[in-house]
């Protein structure tokens, strides 16, 4: 039993960016906790004023590389609600898909790669790989399949450049759609033995808290309206009411609450509020996974992600066998003074933009909440139990259990991976 120790993990391993996690152990009890996001501040809310609207969109989009379909989707909403633009039902159909392109790339790259190794006790995937070629095989096969349906949409698999303000500057083949199609199809199989491991999986760290989701009528991550599991539903333009923000003076990111309280968002919070939403082939093929939700345990997020990927191919191996895609023009606007706001949920969670314009049509004040600082709190908490719970353990298992449950959140500090250092004082 350890009474009192310093932990310091400098470069949290296998997330997204830059993290450190400074803990301290008193008379066996955590005395302090502290996550501090380490990139430095690149200021996107003062850099974005004074732009033209037309440029904000992809500006934005450079927050981040992996989740830059989001921000670019959150972007536009937010500027077509400003403008009063109305958009067609395809282009809202083709901006489902690029969601669905995303959270398939998105959660195979974070299930695959990152919080695979911890389930099978390995420090890489280039160690499955070695001992199992075959699931290193499926996890390219599944995440080629997402980067595939996002370049057919979006013309790129990160920071997409034919989806605009209003429209789509260029809509799919048939031929193109066929060739996705088929990746769509092959993928779905690998999914049930990513399902299966995830499922198998004896991690578990349950805690009771506030989950919050954009809870979308067909489960496509893009419209909706914005429920928590304290039974609070709002329109999404109302969500910044409902939160606020908390400065944490030891980390270059702030953090947020929900009605006061910390509270988590990402795929468990989507499956936890909205499940009955999935594709009827994701329910009845998934049916056996989706008996483990609700949940608390913040290890099932990752099922939670691979039930998502599963649903993802689902919808849209429908969408692109039945629709016929057709040349549009993109509707006339006025340029005019407005605000908007866009959510969407992002892999990690809910993403939130709020854009203000001048009669000029150039930024007056833009504010973004992201996930990750929307879970920091609740993750901190945890990291504190997670800890108290486990000081009879070694040092070594102690700082392997932290970092996976960090690991657990899929937490995008920023888009960079480190190995691990680590200090015992």
């Known amino acids: 039993m350890h009474h009192g120790f310093d932990l310091s993990i400098e470069g949290i391993s296998k997330t997204e960016g830059h993290a450190n996690l400074i803990i301290k152990v008193r008379n066996k009890k955590v005395k302090d906790v502290k996550l501090k996001?380490?990139?430095?501040?690149?200021?996107?809310?003062?850099?974005?004023?004074?732009?033209r609207f037309s440029e904000v969109p992809f500006f934005l989009s450079r927050i981040c590389g992996t989740c830059s379909i989001a921000h670019v989707l959150a972007s536009i909403e937010a500027i077509e609600r400003a403008l009063n633009i109305r958009v067609s039902d395809q282009?809202?159909?083709?901006?489902?898909l690029m969601m669905f392109g995303l959270m398939i790339r998105d959660h195979a790259m974070h299930l695959y790669f990152l919080s695979l190794p911890?389930?099978?006790?390995?420090?890489?995937?280039?160690?499955?790989?070695?001992?199992?070629?075959?699931?290193?095989?499926?996890?390219?096969?599944?995440?080629?399949?997402?980067?595939?349906?996002?370049?057919?949409?979006?013309g790129r698999a990160i920071h997409p450049h034919?989806?605009?303000?209003?429209?789509?500057?260029?809509?799919?083949?048939?031929?193109?759609?066929?060739?996705?199609?088929?990746?769509?199809?092959?993928?779905?199989?690998?999914?049930?033995?990513?399902?299966?491991?995830?499922?198998?999986?004896d991690l578990e760290f349950s805690r009771e808290t506030v989950y919050v989701a954009l809870c979308t009528p067909s489960f496509n991550f893009l419209?909706?309206?914005?429920?928590?599991?304290?039974?609070?539903?709002?329109?999404?333009?109302?969500?910044?009411?409902?939160?606020?923000?908390?400065?944490?003076p030891y980390s270059q990111s702030t953090a947020f609450q929900f009605t006061g309280k910390p509270y988590r968002v990402g795929a468990l919070a989507r499956i936890n509020l909205n499940s009955i939403a999935l594709d009827e082939d994701t329910?009845?093929?998934?049916?056996?996974?989706?008996?483990?939700?609700?949940?608390?345990?913040?290890?099932?997020?990752?099922?939670?992600?691979?039930?998502?990927?599963?649903?993802?191919?689902?919808?849209?191996?429908?969408?692109l066998e039945s629709y016929e895609f057709k040349k549009e023009s993109i509707p006339k606007f006025e340029v005019k003074e407005g605000h908007g706001v866009g959510v969407v949920e992002a892999p990690r969670g809910t993403l939130y933009h709020m854009i203000y314009l001048d009669k000029e049509g150039k930024v007056k004040f833009g504010n973004l909440v992201i996930p990750t600082a929307q879970n920091q709190i609740q993750m901190e908490l945890d990291i504190r139990d997670l800890v108290e719970e486990n000081l009879d353990k070694s040092k070594h298992e102690i700082q392997h259990l932290v970092e996976m449950l960090i690991r657990a959140y899929d937490p995008c500090f920023s888009c960079a991976s480190h190995f691990l250092k680590i200090k015992w004082i």
């Open 162 to 201: 034919f989806s605009t303000i209003g429209g789509f500057l260029k809509i799919p083949e048939r031929s193109e759609i066929r060739e996705v199609l088929n990746e769509l199809k092959n993928a779905r199989d690998k999914v049930f033995n990513l399902l299966e491991i995830f499922y198998n999986s």
């Open 91 to 96: 282009t809202i159909i083709l901006r489902k």
């Open 223 to 248: 419209e909706g309206e914005i429920r928590s599991s304290e039974g609070i539903t709002i329109p999404e333009e109302e969500y910044w009411n409902f939160v606020n923000r908390v400065v944490i």
């Open 37 to 51: 996001v380490s990139e430095n501040k690149r200021f996107f809310t003062q850099a974005v004023r004074g732009k």
């Open 283 to 319: 329910k009845k093929d998934g049916k056996k996974y989706l008996r483990k939700f609700p949940s608390h345990n913040i290890f099932d997020n990752n099922l939670a992600q691979a039930i998502e990927i599963l649903h993802s191919i689902d919808a849209s191996i429908k969408i």
């Open 118 to 154: 911890d389930i099978l006790g390995k420090d890489s995937i280039l160690e499955v790989g070695e001992e199992n070629p075959q699931i290193l095989k499926e996890a390219f096969e599944v995440k080629k399949a997402g980067n595939s349906l996002c370049k057919l949409i979006g």
